[in-house]
T-cell receptor, first 115, second 119 residues
Framework: SQQGEEDPQALSIQEGENATMNCSYKTSINNLQWYRQNSGRGLVHLILIRSNEREKHSGRLRVTLDTSKKSSSLLITASRAADTASYFCATVSLPPIQGAQKLVFGQGTRLTINP | DTGVSQDPRHKITKRGQNVTFRCDPISEHNRLYWYRQTLGQGPEFLTYFQNEAQLEKSRLLSDRFSAERPKGSFSTLEIQRTEQGDSAMYLC?????????????????FGAGSRLTVL
């Protein structure tokens, strides 16, 4: 079963604009990760934020985490056509929840960057 | 090491046939995961191994599905008596889990996937 829900399901913006995607989850987590998937390909890890962190940056990526609301957001600044992909959040639950060792993925946001 | 390799990349089969997928993880990674992904959905967990031990299986993994990692290196996922509902992308991922990973930072490296079409 899916842990998280991403919002929006699809997002289309112009090149150069910022893109924001949101993720909500259900259980207490150890960390939350964001992955990107280009069409028909495997997933690529982008960034990890731990449960005791509130914000993290990596290049043009900014991730926030609000554990009280069980939500996270991914911001991509100055978007490029190459950012067109699906983006997934994934959580690692805190033990002793069964299956705490695996990543549980959300449904994803399909991002399209128009030139 | 070129990353996680999966074979075949595409498989078309008739309903009722058996299929097997192979995954070669990154050599120093001791954990190996199988996920299934259908169009427009996120990956769904199937099972994972630490070395050769299968530590968890999802309820999605019916008795028609079996996964092995006999020597703690490559893994196979076999689907017996395939059904049309088995059509999906089967993703393999690996990670390195050890003493330094106790904080739970389990970052996965995925292969390109094996796409199964059951006619």
């Amino acid at each position: 079963s899916q842990q998280g829900e991403e919002d929006p399901q699809a997002l289309s913006i112009q090149e150069g604009e910022n893109a924001t995607m949101n993720c909500s989850y259900k259980t207490s987590i150890n960390n939350l990760q964001w992955y990107r998937q280009n069409s028909g390909r495997g997933l690529v890890h982008l960034i990890l934020i731990r449960s005791n962190e509130r914000e993290k940056h990596s290049g043009r990526l900014r991730v926030t985490l609000d554990t009280s609301k069980k939500s996270s957001s991914l911001l991509i600044t100055a978007s490029r056509a190459a950012d067109t992909a699906s983006y997934f959040c994934a959580t690692v639950s805190l033990p002793p929840i069964q299956g705490a060792q695996k990543l549980v993925f959300g449904q994803g946001t399909r991002l399209t960057i128009n030139p | 090491d070129t990353g996680v390799s999966q074979d075949p990349r595409h498989k078309i089969t008739k309903r009722g046939q058996n299929v097997t997928f192979r995954c070669d993880p990154i050599s120093e990674h001791n954990r190996l995961y199988w996920y299934r992904q259908t169009l427009g959905q996120g990956p769904e967990f199937l099972t994972y191994f630490q070395n050769e031990a299968q530590l968890e299986k999802s309820r999605l993994l019916s008795d028609r599905f079996s996964a092995e990692r006999p020597k703690g290196s490559f893994s196979t996922l076999e689907i017996q008596r395939t059904e049309q509902g088995d059509s999906a992308m089967y993703l393999c991922a690996s990670s390195r889990w050890g003493r330094t990973s106790r904080s739970g930072a389990n970052v996965l490296t995925f292969g390109a996937g094996s796409r199964l079409t059951v006619l």
